[in-house]
């Protein structure tokens, strides 16, 4: 600190020109600042900013200073980058937190926010919270506007040559204002301002409902009642899924269902879900038939519902009620069928025995009448010999 007061007291001694500068609403003109903000969905703000030194009153005067002592040069560097890059900033954010009733915290890496580089550069590096914030339907970001840059008693306005803003990946954007000079995949850029852009995006909670209000929804169901299981096909028509819908669409599934397997593809214009799950089962039988009661639950109403394999009541808080009936084998009908099929065998069996008796019988018949005519004729035979 003793350093700085230092410094201070120098470069009011020794002058500058820009002392004399009528600052207000001109642009901060000591730094090249190349800023990036890069945002994560719960609303922490990381920012980098590189800044180089460019005015050459003060270039000459830390070369003067390094000559003599490179250290103590780098350490006033890094207290003036401290002192007008970062400790602005702080102070116009801080004030448009208090402004809205929020609160916030700034976190620093190890070694400090700033970082000294080459050539009268530097980094400065802190994250802070609630860069975004929610009302249930949009994130916003309560800091947007055009930001000041104080210095010797001035107010400059906090001008950059360059702002990145990387917004979270798939979040679907409500406005950006002013509009950026480029934008594609989540990631803003501009250049030459002095603002905090204005930005809200949705919610990724209402993302999914707008995405749901306006498609048309059909889901196929089949319960086997072996296996266990309930398999689905669920197709979403009428609008683009976005990555993040369709992981939210999964996390639907699973939280309403005991899912044992999900996937999701486009298909044709359209996201289709497949997958398997464990229904909540109740199953009772009679002397004819077994019954199954699946109950499953959707993650969300649809506009269509099929069940295959069985019938269906839709139930409350979009619950669907399959039932499944098999028909138990009457085993008395088949003991009947089973004893007229041996009584048929049986009289078949008689009958052909009594065809084989029969046919034997009639063979030894033939054979005892040719005997007697046998007979008869050496009966005659013997008479007439016996005559003569």
Not at 126 to 136: H, K, P, Q, R, Y
Request: include cysteine; charge should be negative.
């Amino acid at each position: 600190m003793r350093k700085l007061i230092v410094l201070i007291l120098t470069l009011l001694l020794i002058g500058s020109p820009l002392a004399h500068v009528a600052a207000a609403g001109e642009p901060q003109p000591l730094f090249k600042i190349d800023m990036m903000i890069q945002v994560s969905p719960d609303g922490l703000a990381q920012f980098r900013i590189y800044a180089t030194l460019k005015d050459p009153f003060y270039r000459a005067y830390f070369n003067k200073l390094a000559a003599n002592n490179t250290t103590l040069a780098e350490e006033q560097f890094q207290s003036f980058v401290k002192s007008l890059i970062y400790d602005n900033l702080k102070d116009n954010f801080e004030k448009r937190f208090e402004a809205k009733g929020l609160n916030s915290t700034i976190y620093w890496p190890e070694g400090g926010p700033v970082k000294v580089l080459d050539n009268w550069s530097a980094v400065v590096a802190f994250a802070i919270t609630n860069f975004l914030v929610s009302d249930g339907k949009v994130l916003s970001c309560p800091l947007s506007g055009p930001m000041e840059f104080v210095f010797r008693g001035h107010v400059f306005a906090y001008s950059w040559d360059k702002l990145t803003l990387i917004l979270p990946k798939d979040y679907e954007v409500r406005n950006l204002a002013p509009a950026p000079e480029d934008f594609s995949n989540n990631v803003a850029v501009w250049t030459n301002g002095d603002f905090i852009p204005l930005m809200e995006l949705y919610t990724p909670q209402y993302s999914y409902w707008k995405f749901l209000n306006a498609t048309w929804r059909e889901i196929s169901l089949r319960y086997d009642p072996q296996e266990g299981y309930v398999q689905f096909n669920a197709t979403f028509s009428g609008a683009n899924a976005t990555p993040l819908i369709i992981n939210q669409i999964i996390s639907s599934f699973k939280a309403r269902m005991e899912v044992i397997s999900i996937d999701a593809r486009q298909e044709n214009g359209s996201l289709v879900v497949i997958g398997v799950a464990k229904p909540e089962v109740s199953h009772s039988e009679t002397s004819s038939e077994e019954v199954w009661n699946a109950l499953v639950k959707l993650p969300m109403p649809f506009n269509k519902v099929l069940v295959k394999g069985g019938s269906y009541q839709v139930g409350p808080n979009n619950t669907i009620i399959i039932t499944v009936v098999e028909k138990k084998p009457n085993y008395f009908t088949y003991l009947w069928i089973g004893l007229i099929l041996v009584v048929v065998v049986g009289i078949a069996w008689l009958k052909k025995r009594r065809t084989a008796s029969k046919e034997m019988e009639e063979p030894a018949e033939e054979g005892n009448e040719s005997s007697i005519e046998e007979s008869e004729s050496l009966d005659g035979e013997t008479s007439e010999s016996g005559g003569e």
